[in-house]
């Protein structure tokens, strides 16, 4: 027998090391989704026993299927498109915006000491400030449509991902920058190859907090001027005590959120490797 028909024979005999890793990650993910489907499905079961038994009026808490009702009768509306289109551009273009500036200047802030030094008084006055607060400025100065809106979105949801940006890289291990200025790399080789693999936990944190902060800064927005938008619809449903109506907008909102931060969550498997 030869030997690489032996070196071969073993290796089909060898186990694959990345199978139990992968097999038991597989089964996190199963047990977490059982488990996760258990307790929603107990809630809801409560929430039906609840107003079944007649213990609040329907009109403080509906029941459930009359919210997935109210949910029916806002999708045949043909008003809906404009509402989700209206929500979804705010949402889209707040985020998208407070995403690129808060990693810019918060690399900037980390990286180069003055920058920071500069910028940091108005980053802790900016931060201090009630965004929302800011609102009746912004529609002095924007206008009631859509740009006071993204603005009022951008200035709620960029703060976390610029402070958690300009964190990560102020907390670099010491070690691995004396390791690269050792070895003769630039500024921008360092940058790349260290501070940034370094700080991509730190800013996808930041931006799965900035999602939650995005929903928030559209109802707000909404609810302070609009002509149309979920937060719009919610307002006014819950001016004529249409509860359902409401938890179905709040549903809405809901479902936005979870598939954003499965979103980013997913980009952050994807440069796991990246990590130091």
């Given amino acids: 027998m030869s030997s690489a028909t ?9 186990p694959k090391r990345t199978s139990r890793p992968q097999a038991q990650r597989a089964d ?37 299927l009359e919210v997935v009702r ?21 949402l889209l273009y707040g985020f998208l915006l407070a995403a690129v500036v808060g990693i810019v200047v918060g690399l900037a802030i980390g ?13 802790n006055f900016l931060y201090a400030v009630p965004r929302i607060a800011l609102f009746p400025l912004l529609i002095i100065w924007l206008g009631i449509g859509l740009t006071s809106k993204i603005a009022l979105v951008f200035l709620v949801a960029v703060f976390p991902v610029l402070i958690s940006t300009s964190s990560g890289i102020r907390s670099l291990d010491p070690q691995y920058l004396r ?29 799965r907090l900035a999602v939650g902060q995005c929903l928030i800064g559209v109802f707000v927005a909404e609810l302070l001027g609009a002509q149309h938008g979920i937060g719009m619809l919610m307002t006014t449903a819950g001016d004529q005590f249409q509860t359902a109506t409401v938890f179905a907008g709040l549903l809405i909102f809901a479902v936005a959120g979870v598939l954003l931060t499965a979103l980013v969550r997913r980009v952050e498997r994807h440069f796991d490797a990246w990590r130091l």
């Avoid at 032996?6 to 060898?14: C, H, L, M, Y």
């Avoid at 079961?45 to 609040?56: P, Q, V």
């Avoid at 990286?111 to 980053?123: I, K, N």
């Avoid at 921008?188 to 931006?207: E, H, K, N, W, Y």
Wanted: proline fraction near 6%; include cysteine.
């Fill in 6 to 14: 032996v070196a071969a024979d073993t290796e089909s005999r060898a």
């Fill in 28 to 64: 996190r993910r199963t047990e977490k989704m059982i488990y996760g489907s258990i307790s929603v499905i107990v809630l809801l079961a409560m929430w039906e026993l609840l107003t079944a038994l007649k213990i609040e009026p329907s009109i403080l808490l509906p029941s459930p």
């Fill in 70 to 90: 109210a949910l029916g009768d806002m999708f045949a509306s043909p008003t809906i498109w404009l509402d989700l289109g209206a929500s979804g551009g705010e």
């Fill in 111 to 123: 990286w180069y000491r003055r920058v920071g030094y500069v910028l940091d008084p108005f980053v």
């Fill in 179 to 207: 390791t690269a200025i050792c070895f003769g790399a630039s500024d921008l080789q360092i940058f790349r190859t260290v501070a940034l693999p370094g700080s991509i936990p730190f800013i996808l944190s930041g931006i």
